[in-house]
């Protein structure tokens, strides 16, 4: 997801798009543990998403 695409959305929709990525971080840290993950670039596009939001979200405070 872009950073333009990010700071259109409210503080609390940041909240939550954040809480699903990290959810979506676990799953895919277990699928990749276990030998299920096929694309581990998720893994670091996933980071990433996290780290922007995180970023949004101190700027903003």
Do not use: Y
């Amino acid at each position: 997801m872009r950073a333009s695409e990010l700071h259109k959305l409210s503080d609390r929709e940041l909240e939550v798009k954040l809480s699903e990525l990290e959810q979506e971080l676990f799953n895919l840290r277990f699928q990749h543990a276990t030998g299920q993950l096929e694309n581990v670039k998720r893994l670091s596009v996933v980071k990433k998403d996290i780290a922007r939001i995180k970023t949004i979200l101190r700027q903003r405070r």
